[in-house]
Nanobody, 113 residues
Framework: QVQLVESGGGLVQAGGSLRISCTASETIYTMGWYRQGPGAQRELVAR?????RTEYTDSVKGRFTILRDRNTITLRMDNLKPEDTDVYYC????????????WGQGTQVTVSS
């Protein structure tokens, strides 16, 4: 069982920046961030593989950057918008196409207008 420990998040004004990080207990192929709002489905924000391959959802392209250093990923979120407010969950998977084998507990990101 891979353990995922998240850190960061919080409250920021629109246009501001935040960073959230996640560290896995062991090396795993894909790590990423998903987000979920009340009554909504959990959606991919960004993910990164050990070889550096990345994927972003369209709404964050150009504003968010996902970085990886071994077992730790960091999501750098710039130019935040109120609609980015959600609980952000770290996820990890053994393959690119099964990137959600394990989940973190979630961290709240709130963007005020």
């Amino acid at each position: 069982q891979v353990q995922l420990v998240e850190s960061g998040g919080g409250l920021v004004q629109a246009g501001g920046s935040l960073r959230i990080s996640c560290t896995a207990s062991e090396t795993i192929y894909t790590m990423g961030w998903y987000r979920q709002g009340p009554g909504a489905q959990r959606e991919l924000v960004a993910r990164i593989a050990v070889n550096g391959r990345t994927e972003y959802t369209d709404s964050v392209k150009g504003r968010f950057t996902i970085l990886r250093d071994r077992n730790t990923i960091t999501l750098r979120m710039d130019n935040l918008k109120p609609e980015d407010t959600d609980v952000y969950y770290c996820a990890a998977g053994k393959r690119w196409y099964t990137s959600t084998d394990f989940w973190g507990q979630g961290t709240q990101v709130t963007v005020s207008s």
